[in-house]
T-cell receptor, first 113, second 114 residues
Framework: GENVEQHPSTLSVQEGDSAVIKCTYSDSASNYFPWYKQELGKGPQLIIDIRSNVGEKKDQRIAVTLNKTAKHFSLHITETQPEDSAVYFCAASKSLGADGLTFGKGTHLIIQP | GAVVSQHPSRVICKSGTSVKIECRSLDFQATTMFWYRQFPKQSLMLMATSNEGSKATYEQGVEKDKFLINHASLTLSTLTVTSAHPEDSSFYIC??????????FGSGTRLTVV
């Protein structure tokens, strides 16, 4: 089955700096790659996603890049703010809607004031 | 936007009893619903996939007789943890999808078995 590796497990950055979280996946059939933000005691919230026919997607301060050849995708957050502090998960799916998601282990992002 | 409601948010039950968790898609009809389990400071692990009117498909290692899933309509799926034991204590999260617009997650249920 699919295996998603996520690094780093903890990331501390100064407010205003950029943060980058990286994931790799094992199954070349995976074609949908979402990123979720999870706050303590709550369900995951989608922040951005990308499909395999696109190499990059941006939404204001958040961007995701996908390298299908390397089976690698990354989350980039610019101009970080204290409210960006949370746990972030990457995930992969082979068939959007039909298959469930395989999640990475998560990254605890800490924004230092 | 798509909203998924999950209830209860917290439940404490005695060992040996059963607990039912509801997951509803409020503003869309979900073709498929998923159930995940999350232990403290760990990732989400897919437990099962359910389609309306069909038997759920369970992931390897998940006991289907312990975790009963019913998907009676396009807006409601339930997870019943039967004969719960302390090791079943966890955070259970449902997700729903229309197939085209990604996965929307519920707010989760914290189950504590005492």
């Amino acid at each position: 089955g699919e295996n998603v590796e996520q690094h780093p497990s903890t990331l501390s950055v100064q407010e205003g700096d950029s943060a980058v979280i990286k994931c790799t996946y094992s199954d070349s059939a995976s074609n949908y790659f979402p990123w979720y933000k999870q706050e303590l005691g709550k369900g995951p919230q989608l922040i951005i996603d990308i499909r395999s026919n696109v190499g990059e997607k941006k939404d204001q301060r958040i961007a995701v890049t996908l390298n299908k050849t390397a089976k690698h995708f990354s989350l980039h957050i610019t101009e970080t703010q204290p409210e960006d502090s949370a746990v972030y998960f990457c995930a992969a799916s082979k068939s959007l809607g039909a298959d469930g998601l395989t999640f990475g282990k998560g990254t605890h992002l800490i924004i230092q004031p | 936007g798509a909203v998924v409601s999950q209830h209860p948010s917290r439940v404490i039950c005695k060992s040996g009893t059963s607990v039912k968790i509801e997951c509803r898609s409020l503003d869309f009809q979900a073709t498929t619903m998923f159930w995940y389990r999350q232990f403290p400071k760990q990732s989400l692990m897919l437990m099962a996939t359910s389609n309306e009117g069909s038997k759920a498909t369970y992931e390897q290692g998940v006991e289907k007789d312990k975790f009963l899933i019913n998907h009676a309509s396009l807006t409601l799926s339930t997870l019943t943890v039967t004969s719960a034991h302390p090791e079943d204590s966890s955070f259970y999260i449902c997700s729903a999808t229309t197939g085209s617009y990604g996965y929307t997650f519920g707010s989760g249920t914290r189950l504590t078995v005492v």
